[in-house]
Nanobody
């Protein structure tokens, strides 16, 4: 059974940093793309970033480019999202996802999803 378990969310002041983790289990993810999405109250879920499990190529939404960094640790089967210079508009539930297709993942049609972790940016 595939599981994606996010952790690391919390309350942070504007300008602060957080690192989210996504622990993946239940299958071999080589050949997969791993991604992060977020959903703010009253808004649709939006793509944040994705990384290829092999090779580590990355792709970001314009809204987070230069502030967020996605990475992975193959040995730990874990994907990370380092978030710096956080803004109140980054407040959302952040979800981890996985799919064999980069396009499907970016479009929000990934095969696998985690349960989400709350990030709140507020003073």
């Amino acid at each position: 059974q595939v599981q994606l378990v996010e952790s690391g969310g919390g309350l942070v002041q504007p300008g602060g940093s957080l690192r989210l983790s996504c622990a993946a289990s239940g299958r071999t993810f080589s050949g997969y793309y791993m991604g992060w999405f977020r959903q703010a109250p009253g808004k649709v879920r939006e793509f944040v970033a994705r990384i290829s499990w092999i090779g580590g190529s990355t792709y970001y939404a314009d809204s987070v480019k230069g502030r967020f960094t996605i990475s992975r640790d193959n040995a730990k089967n874990t994907v990370y999202l380092q978030m710096n210079s956080l803004k109140p508009e980054d407040t959302a539930v952040y979800y981890c996802s996985a799919d064999r297709s980069s396009q499907s993942l970016i479009l929000g049609e990934a095969d696998y999803w985690g349960q989400g972790t709350q990030v709140t940016v507020s003073s």
